[in-house]
């Protein structure tokens, strides 16, 4: 099969590299903004977007029905968008992860697999559950991949409307809280929080 893998983090490609030689695929990596002639020419099989910050247009979308999906480390339909460890934990929302078709929305398309997680706030850290949350996720997606690119799996809509996040609203709070934000134990970055009104 021939994937398009779509990513902008490094953290990515491991699952790349997993599909290469584990499971015998050929896969393209791409990280800047796809358009449809290339798309079109090289006549990919299956696109993934794991870690990608641009919106895919409905036009290569409708090239992919049903062989397009996303790689989130968010419980959808909760903390959709950007940083959504983080949002989890400001919340208190569903923590996990969830592999879902691309539409034209923001994290918005018909779930595949989700694992909900447990985290316990006094022993982790943003760093810490956010590396938990990509070994779950790429676990999960290695464990049913057959079944994904097959089309084995019913997807189910996100029923709820959940919650949505950008990089603007997330970068506000890391003014105040520093770099030291993603070493903090979670229990005392809610403290912090609380000081500064979130």
């Given at each position: 099969m021939k994937i398009l893998f779509l990513t902008n983090n490094e953290n990515?490609?491991?699952?790349?590299?997993?599909?290469?030689?584990?499971?015998?695929?050929?896969?393209?990596?791409?990280?800047?903004?796809?358009?449809?002639?290339k798309i079109f020419e090289k006549k990919y099989d299956f696109l993934i977007s794991y870690n990608y910050k641009y919106i895919i247009k409905k036009e290569i979308l409708d090239y992919f029905p049903r062989r397009a999906i996303n790689l989130h480390i968010s419980y959808l339909p909760w903390n959709k968008g950007s940083n959504p460890n983080f949002w989890s934990f400001v919340e208190n929302s569903i923590k996990g992860v969830t592999i879902h078709l691309l539409n034209e929305g923001l994290d918005t398309g018909d779930?595949?697999?989700?694992?909900?997680?447990?985290?316990n706030e006094n022993n982790e850290t943003l760093k810490s559950s956010y590396e938990k949350l990509q070994s779950l996720i790429q676990e999960l997606f290695c464990m049913y991949w057959e079944d994904i690119k097959n089309i084995r799996i019913i997807p189910m809509p996100q029923k709820v409307m959940g919650s949505y996040h950008t990089l603007k609203e997330f970068e506000k709070y890391k003014s105040f809280l520093g770099e030291d934000i993603w070493s903090m134990k979670i229990s005392y970055l809610k403290i912090k929080l609380k000081e500064i009104g979130a």
């Open positions: 990515s490609l491991i699952l790349a590299d997993w599909l290469r030689n584990s499971a015998k695929e050929e896969v393209h990596v791409v990280s800047d903004r796809i358009n449809k002639e779930i595949l697999l989700q694992e909900e997680v447990k985290f």
